[in-house]
């Protein structure tokens, strides 16, 4: 069984900087994607980022470009999302979500399984 748990959310100022962290287990492979997502109230929900868990390649939407970087520790079996720069539009529920064929993709509809969620909340 395939699970998710992410920590590192909290609140911060516009400007400030977060880590959240995916700790995984259940999985004996290293060949998926680990996805990033948020949601904020109103909103649906957005691909941010994801990270091939095998070689570490990266993509990131639009919005975060520049600003986040996704990063893995295999031996920890974890999965980090550096968000610098950080603009109250960026306050959301934060979801780390895996992909089992490692499509590289940042449609929700392409990942199976889902933590529980982090709240990450900019603002002064």
């Known amino acids: 069984q395939v699970q998710l748990v992410e920590s590192g959310g909290g609140l911060v100022q516009p400007g400030g900087s977060l880590r959240l962290a995916c700790a995984g287990s259940?999985?004996?492979?290293?060949?998926?994607?680990i996805g990033w997502f948020r949601q904020a109230p109103g909103n649906e929900r957005e691909g941010v980022s994801c990270?091939?868990?095998?070689?570490?390649?990266?993509h990131y939407a639009d919005s975060v470009k520049g600003r986040f970087t996704a990063s893995r520790d295999i031996a920890k079996r974890t999965v980090y999302l550096q968000m610098n720069n950080l603009k109250p539009e960026d306050t959301a529920v934060y979801y780390c979500?895996?992909?089992?064929?490692?499509?590289?993709?940042?449609?929700?509809?392409?990942?199976?399984?889902w933590g529980q969620g982090t709240q990450v909340t900019v603002s002064s």
């Open positions: 979500a895996l992909d089992p064929l490692g499509s590289m993709t940042l449609d929700e509809y392409d990942y199976d399984y």
């Open positions: 259940g999985f004996t492979r290293n060949d998926h994607t």
């Open positions: 990270i091939s868990y095998s070689d570490g390649d990266t």
